[in-house]
């Protein structure tokens, strides 16, 4: 899942996926609600698990830290990565 905030650091869209979320993002749509997520400029990575640590493990900090560096090249900062254990 992704949360992506806007200058404010206002939730201004979800997606359940980082990718998907941030194509339906960058719409051109008139809709005001929807003009105002394309403004987002921050994005919060949330990842689920069953069990486990609540920790991220080596593979998840690499894929990170990817996903963070693919999002700069669109002005699109990964402010935060949490796992969510449930």
Known sequence: MALYLDDRHRLVGTASSLLAGYKRLTCRSPDPLRT???RSSTC?????????????????ER???????????YGVVVADHVIVVG
């Open 44 to 60: 919060i990575l949330v990842r689920y698990r069953r069990y486990g640590a609540s920790s991220a493990t080596e593979g998840e």
């Open 63 to 73: 894929s990170f830290r990817t996903i963070a560096a693919a999002c700069s090249r």
């Open 36 to 38: 105002q997520a394309c």
